[in-house]
């Protein structure tokens, strides 16, 4: 690292700010998701549920590449490859691609995630969605932004007047128990969605396309652009057990304050949050 910027953020080799160069890769490997999702694609399966493609890696090569150039002594914790561990205290967490089966399925409905940590206190966060060229961007203490405008959690704070996102990850109890929870809460609610990005359903509860966004499993490359996200938009974002969400929780609740206290209320005793 050369420096540090206000913030606490480091300094590239190149003295752009760590944001500007987190959105100028993204960018870049935005544009590789763009141009092979319609083409031929190599999948193989982590799991029974669990797709990676040959483009996943690809970006992640990509954006640790461009990351690197300006940041080398900076670590490292990408979803397909090996940590890499940083005596700088600074550490880049990346999803190449959070929505693996709708990207291999050509549903245009997944994004990108680049964060950067010092510590356990994230700093930046990028949720980028490259179909719509939707940049969802945030540096602690400086708010919540979508393409440069400024966004906000949703102000509603019924059950009744809500639209709900989820995401159920992998087949297992958690999913079972997570839909038997959503068939108790309906129908006194607008709605429900699922739409398979976990990053990107967080980003939505930031700018209050919908109003409240949870899910049980997931790892801290999905995680690390919302927590930030949400919170600077003003919301709220806890685990399942209603305590503070951090990289290393596998549950979020995230919306706003009134209606996750109701959430909460109205989901007391339920498996899923058992």
């Known amino acids: ?48 549920a669990n797709l990676v493609s040959d483009v996943d890696k690809l970006a992640e090569r990509q954006i640790i590449a461009g990351l690197r150039r300006e940041f080398p002594d900076a670590g490292f914790l990408a979803e397909e490859s090996e940590p890499v561990a940083s005596n700088s205290g600074y550490t880049w967490i990346i999803d190449p691609l959070d929505g693996t089966r709708n990207y291999v399925m050509e549903i245009p409905f997944f994004s990108m995630v680049i964060a950067l940590a010092k510590g356990d206190d994230l700093l930046l966060g990028l949720t980028y969605d490259p179909v719509r060229r939707d940049m969802f961007q945030a540096v602690k203490g400086q708010g919540a932004f979508l393409n440069g405008e400024p966004i906000h959690v949703s102000a509603k704070t019924e059950l009744e007047q809500a639209l709900l996102g989820y995401d159920l990850g992998y087949v297992d109890e958690a999913a079972g128990a997570a839909i038997e929870m959503m068939l108790r809460l309906w129908p006194n609610l607008q709605g429900m969605r699922m739409m398979g990005s976990a990053a990107l359903g967080l980003a939505y509860a930031a700018c209050g396309k919908w109003d409240l966004y949870f899910h049980h499993s997931l790892a801290p490359w999905d995680l690390a652009s919302g927590l930030l996200l949400v919170r600077e938009a003003g919301g709220v974002v806890t685990d399942k057990h209603a305590g503070p969400a951090t990289l290393r929780s596998e549950s979020v609740i995230a919306t706003g304050r009134g209606l996750h206290a109701n959430f909460l209320k109205a989901t007391e005793g339920m498996r899923w949050r058992r």
């Open 1 to 48: 690292m050369t420096g540090q910027a206000m913030g606490g953020l480091p300094l590239s080799r190149s003295g752009l700010s760590a944001l500007e160069v987190a959105l100028r890769v993204a960018e870049e490997a935005g544009r590789t998701l763009v141009d092979k999702l319609h083409g031929e694609k190599q999948v193989s399966h982590k799991g029974r």
